[in-house]
Each structure stands twice: as C-alpha cells, then as structure tokens.
C-alpha cells in the first residue's frame, strides 16, 4: 500500500459535520480510501505528494437519478417546449422506439459516453435507469449494460404504460416477468407516479412486488402536479422521492418526519421551463434534499452536476454550502450509501480538485469549467 498525500487545498469541503469545511487544508489517500484530512501544516508523512496550488476540493458529486440508457434524439420535442408547448411526459414513448431499434453495442457506447462527460465534470457516483424498453427483453438488456457501468441500477419499468398496451395488464406484466427478469441487475425499484403513467394504487403494487424481490424503492414523484407519490415513498420506507416539484404541506411533513430524501432535478424545471422546486420551503422544514441531473433525452439533457449546483443557488433559493451537500452528501443519503459524498477517514477517495479556491465558484461562475482533477478510489481519471 502506498500513500497520495494531497496538499496545498484551498478550502476542503469535506462534508463531514463534525468539520465540514477547512481552510488550508491536506487530505491523505491510503489504498484507495481517504485516511486523514487535516490543516497542512499537520499532515502526515506519505509517500507521495500532489501540491494543488490553493484549488478547492470537493467530494466527487453523487449523480443519484439518471436515465442514460436509451437510443434516439429529441431536439424537436425540446424546439417545441421552447416555442411554448407544455411538458407533459408524452415524448417518452418516442424514446421507447428508438431504444427498441438500437443495438446493445449502440447503447452501450451511448451510455459510456454520458458516464465519461459526467466523470470530467465530477461525478464519481451515478445512478441509472432502466425505462425506455418497457418489454422484459428491452428493460433486462437496459439494466444489463447499466451494470457494466454502475452498481447503482434501478429496475424503471413503470416509467410509462406502452403506446396500445392495457394498463392493468401492463402492470401484471411489470410485476410477474419483467420484474424477475430485471430484478438480478438491479439494486432498486422505481415508479413513474404522474397523471399519464401511474396512479397512487398502481404505484404502491409495483414498488411492494420490487422489494419483495429484494430491491430498494425510489419514487417519481411530484413533477407534473401534486399526487400519492411522496407520501407513498415516505410511507414504504423509500430511499428518495425525486422531483419533488408539486407538494402540499402533507407531502412536506412526510418527508421531514420519515428517512427518504428529496431529491430535486433542476435541469428538468430549466430544460421544460417549468416552476423549480420550493429547495428553501423544504430544507427549513428539516428536509433532507439531494440534487442530481436526471440526465435523460427529453426533459433534462445535462450530465452537469455543476451546472444543477448554480441553477440550485440561482432558482431554488439554496446557499451554495446547501447546495454543495446536496449534491455530494444528499446525494449518497438518496442512494443509501455511506462511503461516497463526503471525504473523511474511510470513505471512498472520491475527490474533484477545482480551478478555483472554493465550491462557492461553482455557483459565482456558472457554465465555465471549473473541474480540475478528478480522483476516483484514490486514482487520478485521465
């Protein structure tokens, strides 16, 4: 074993809330793991050093919702909302078409590629759906090549119910064939809960069958207008309930008495010029908030996690220290993991070095690219 000490940071946000921040700070890799953080004047001895001049460090984002599995392009769709026609969910099936079309090889590569521009800007943990096959070949295949690029998968089958399929019918069809199909390569279980796809009582179904088959739920929930979906997600114990647009004061008092997180996808609300999340109205509530991009070819094509942090502190009134939690921290509390978000002794050495010396730049500096270095595991990707 060999140690990385990383020395001369500006301002350490480590997320940890014993010391969140340090000024002057070093930090020390061992086998892949952060093993001590500190002043740098007192670090320790080790066996390498890399001085980084008086840049920030951050912990590598947490990309906790993504659908990065999916062949096609909607560019049209996107023209016609920018020309003033309503988000509504409906270009999902356009999707579903051309992810049936395209070849596994196609969607690999398609994927690979988003999860490589997510790694330059940060991300060093990301989630991915499946959800635009909606047969048990398509979504099992979707799920297949997701594992060979995260251990965060999830089983998205009730995304939409397929042009001419019979609702009831579709939902046997997630819970019974499509689900043991999926269920091997997948670690959780999510509903689309929205006018259009999926109703309070189909929702609850399809999330009990999924943990009954040993997953994790994970809800959409809130997008569109106000609905079951965030009580249903607080009321079975789920990991977060992501959108979070459209809530009543039930939903808020749920959420801030249960354990699922909020999870908010600005890059939504930006991409379909829908009202933001109420980030403030939650967090002053005690909401535990993660921010991710939600990724996806219709509604949010971002893999910027920066750029989630400045419309965060823009648009949904949060702090950049909010802000930055949410998307490191909040983000692994989403995916109920301990060992990324944050850098404090034995947690994963996941770390962005920036071009400047805080994480207050992210959000003072929008849109330029402020990722300097990125380790992941205590290695420098190339």
């Not at 943990?125 to 090549?145: A, F, H, N, Q």
């Not at 942090?309 to 009134?317: N, S, T």
């Amino acid at each position: 074993m060999t140690t990385t000490l990383i020395d001369g940071i500006g301002l350490l946000y480590t997320g940890d809330p014993e010391r969140e921040e340090i000024e002057g700070a070093a930090l020390v890799i061992e086998d892949g793991l952060v093993a001590w953080t500190g002043e740098a004047g007192q670090a320790p001895d080790a066996d390498a050093r890399v001085d980084v001049a008086g840049r920030g460090v951050v912990p590598g984002f947490v990309d906790s919702h993504a659908h990065l599995v999916f062949a096609g392009d909607r560019t049209a769709e996107f023209q016609a909302r920018m020309s003033g026609e309503r988000y509504t969910g409906g270009g999902i099936r356009t999707t579903v078409a051309a992810t049936r079309a395209a070849s596994d090889a196609e969607l690999a590569v398609r994927a690979a590629a988003l999860v490589a521009e997510m790694n330059a800007q940060g991300t060093t943990t990301v989630e991915i759906k499946s959800g635009y096959g909606l047969t048990v070949e398509d979504e099992r295949r979707s799920l297949e090549i997701a594992t060979t690029l995260t251990d965060e998968t999830t089983f998205l089958g009730a995304h939409v119910v397929p042009a001419g399929a019979d609702p009831d019918a579709y939902v046997r069809l997630v819970t019974g064939d499509m689900l043991r199909a999926c269920a091997p390569y997948a670690r959780w279980v999510d509903v689309f809960c929205e006018r259009g796809a999926f109703d309070g009582d189909q929702t609850r179904e399809i999330l009990t069958a999924g943990m009954k088959a040993g997953l994790r739920a994970r809800v959409h929930a809130g997008q569109l207008g106000e609905g079951p979906g965030v009580r249903i997600a607080c009321e079975l114990g789920a990991a977060s309930a992501d959108h979070c647009t459209h809530l009543t004061s039930a939903d808020v008092d749920a959420l801030a008495s249960s354990g699922t997180v909020a999870t908010l996808l600005p890059g939504a609300e930006f991409s379909t010029r829908s009202p933001y999340p109420d980030a403030r109205r939650l967090i002053d509530a005690g909401v535990s908030v993660a921010l991710a991009t939600d990724c996806n070819p219709g509604s949010s094509y971002t893999s910027s996690m920066p750029f989630c942090v400045a419309l965060a502190v823009r648009e949904m009134r949060m702090t950049p220290l909010e802000a930055i939690r949410a998307a490191t921290a909040g983000g692994a509390r989403a995916l109920a993991r301990t060992d990324v978000g944050l850098l404090r002794p034995d947690s994963r050495a996941d770390l962005v070095v920036l071009d400047a010396p805080s994480y207050v730049h992210l959000a003072y500096r929008p849109g330029v690219p402020l990722v300097h270095q990125v380790f992941r595991g205590g290695l420098l990707l190339e």
